[in-house]
């Protein structure tokens, strides 16, 4: 049969640096220690494609997928980058013509929280994960490169209007400028606010997914929780409006956690973290992202 995909371009020959899927879902279980998880995954994986070829073999990327990802029904991995290095492996073993292989995935992930020990559920979080297979010069060995990270939808409570109101209230009510009152939490509006935040893996580390989740609810105003009683309503409101933050603040705060979160980690990592408020009272949302690395996280502030 006439191998299309391997003859010349008819037209412009150039290379590509990515062709491949995206949008394939499959279920990944994954061993977590405690209990396997099913994880529910999208996947997207691609290689380069050299100027000497009209067209990638798009199949071998789809039984790739299937052959890795199926094969976790019986001999789950040990997580989702882990099995993004094993695709991102595989993939350039399939496509000897490519030099770099990519696989990006997302999944839902279930952890039992609550904003009380009796009052617990299962909330939802986004795993993210990454890997880049690279074929060494001349047919050499290949490397892999892991980035793992998460997102958690929390809420932030706006600090300017916050001190607006105050000052507005208190013009109204001028008992609220007794001092010892300095500390009540005052009126503001409320964002739904997503974090999420990506680390590149060194050789030889490896990252727990749950401390991440965990450092990216402390550096929001307040988590949110997917059953609340009256009582518990109040708590969270109380708790985001004694923590007001700007999308600023919550980038500034998660960075400078995560250090303490996970010591080992050397310097040389890297990390990315951006965050979005969907705004309440404006018809626009607010963002913020920086990337960095540990060694500036761990360098003493500037006097």
Do not use: W
């Not at 996947?43 to 494609?49: A, E, I, K």
């Not at 609810?217 to 985001?240: C, M, N, Y």
């Not at 956690?257 to 626009?284: C, G, M, N, Q, R």
């Not at 913020?288 to 060694?295: E, G």
């Amino acid at each position: 049969m006439r191998d299309i995909h391997a003859e010349p371009p008819s037209g412009a020959r150039s290379p590509l640096r990515s062709v491949g899927l995206s949008g394939i879902r499959k279920p990944l279980v994954v061993d977590r220690g405690d209990r396997a998880h099913t994880l529910a995954v999208t996947f997207r994986v691609s290689v380069d494609l050299p100027a000497s070829r009209k067209g990638s073999d798009l199949s071998r990327d789809a039984e790739v997928l299937a052959e890795v990802v199926d094969a976790t029904a019986l001999r789950p991995v040990g997580s989702l980058e882990s099995a993004c290095s094993a695709i991102a492996r595989e993939l350039l073993a399939r496509h000897p013509y490519a030099r770099e292989a990519d696989v990006e995935a997302s999944a839902e992930y279930f952890v039992r929280r609550g904003v009380s020990p009796d009052r617990q559920s299962f909330e939802d979080y986004t795993l993210l994960a990454r890997a880049r297979a690279e074929r060494g010069a001349g047919g050499g060995a290949v490397s892999v490169h892991r980035t793992v990270g998460a997102e958690a939808v929390g809420m932030t409570a706006c600090p300017c209007a916050m001190e607006t109101c105050r000052e507005a209230l208190a013009a109204e009510y001028p008992a609220l400028r007794d001092p010892a009152l300095a500390g009540l939490p005052m009126i503001t509006h409320n964002q739904r606010n997503r974090t999420r935040v990506l680390v590149d893996l060194p050789d030889g580390h490896e990252l727990e997914v749950d401390r991440l989740i965990r450092a990216i609810e402390e550096a929001q105003s307040s988590p949110t929780f997917a059953i609340l009683k009256r009582g518990d309503e109040g708590r969270v409101v109380l708790d985001a409006h004694r923590r007001p933050k700007f999308v600023e603040d919550v980038v500034r705060d998660l960075l400078q956690s995560l250090p303490a979160h996970f010591p080992s980690l050397p310097d040389a990592t890297a990390v990315d973290t951006s965050t979005v408020s969907e705004e309440s009272i404006h018809k626009y949302n607010v963002e913020a992202s920086h990337r960095t690395t540990f060694a500036e996280l761990r360098r003493p502030p500037a006097p």
